[in-house]
């Protein structure tokens, strides 16, 4: 089994950054396509970005595209998603995914593991 555990949420101000990580243990040679999604009160779970094992292969979500990047340090098993430029819509709990195949996934229904979530919250 892979564990994931995020962490970097919190509170910040429009216009602010925050950055946030995702580390996987246990079975860690399962976890090697990752993504960030997030979900809103009320709305569907939405992609943010996806990255594939080598990191070479990016996906950002349409609403976040120019803001957000995704990345990943395959040595410390860990996936990183830097937010900036941050909007009151931003506002949601973010999710860690991962996912054994090496292929970059934006589909949420076809990562592996998942992480508990961590809270973001942009105020106006």
């Known amino acids: 089994q892979v564990q994931l555990v995020e962490s970097g949420g919190g509170s910040v101000q429009a216009g602010g950054s925050l950055s946030l990580s995702c580390a996987a243990s246990g079975r860690t040679m399962d976890a090697n396509a990752a993504g960030w999604f997030r979900q809103a009160p009320g709305k569907e779970r939405e992609l943010v970005a996806a990255i594939n094992w080598s990191g070479g292969a990016t996906s950002i979500g349409d609403s976040v595209k120019g803001r957000f990047t995704i990345s990943r340090d395959n040595v410390k098993h860990t996936v990183y998603l830097q937010m900036n430029s941050l909007k009151p819509e931003d506002t949601a709990v973010y999710y860690c995914?991962?996912?054994?195949?090496?292929?970059?996934?934006?589909?949420?229904?076809?990562?592996?593991?998942w992480g508990q979530g961590t809270q973001v919250t942009v105020s106006s």
């Open positions: 995914a991962a996912a054994r195949t090496v292929d970059i996934l934006n589909d949420a229904r076809l990562y592996d593991y």
